[in-house]
């Protein structure tokens, strides 16, 4: 199965910006979709932002405008730009992938904190 690993998390003020990614050790352009999902403390894991094979994106109205969520085939990654961030964007933050040969993969996470 192919593995996920997500870096570029970290502490930020308000207002400003991360650029999270996700490294695929296989070829993400056999995934059907990616997305990134986040979970606060007591809170369900949600969807932020998701990108399909064709390029089409989806985003909640609490990110929409603010994350963009993007890909690099030639190197295997997804990323997620985070701008205007917000003390309720604080969360986990995973990355995702559902390949139709192998299934649904996920990353271990990596932890956003936003200070106000």
């Known amino acids: 199965q192919v593995q996920l690993v997500e870096s570029g998390g970290g502490l930020v003020q308000a207002g400003g910006s991360l650029r999270l990614s996700c490294a695929a050790s296989?070829?993400?352009?056999?995934?059907?979709?990616m997305g990134w999902y986040r979970q606060a403390p007591g809170k369900q894991r949600e969807l932020v932002a998701s990108?399909?094979?064709?390029?089409?994106?989806n985003y909640p109205d609490s990110v929409k405008g603010r994350f963009t969520i993007s890909t690099d085939i030639a190197k295997n990654t997804v990323y997620l730009q985070m701008n205007s961030l917000k003390p309720e964007d604080t969360a986990v933050y995973y990355c995702?992938?559902?390949?139709?040969?192998?299934?649904?993969?996920w990353g271990q996470g990596t932890q956003v904190t936003v200070s106000s």
């Open positions: 995702n992938a559902d390949f139709p040969s192998t299934g649904v993969a």
């Open positions: 296989g070829s993400i352009w056999r995934a059907d979709t």
């Open positions: 990108i399909t094979r064709g390029g089409g994106t």
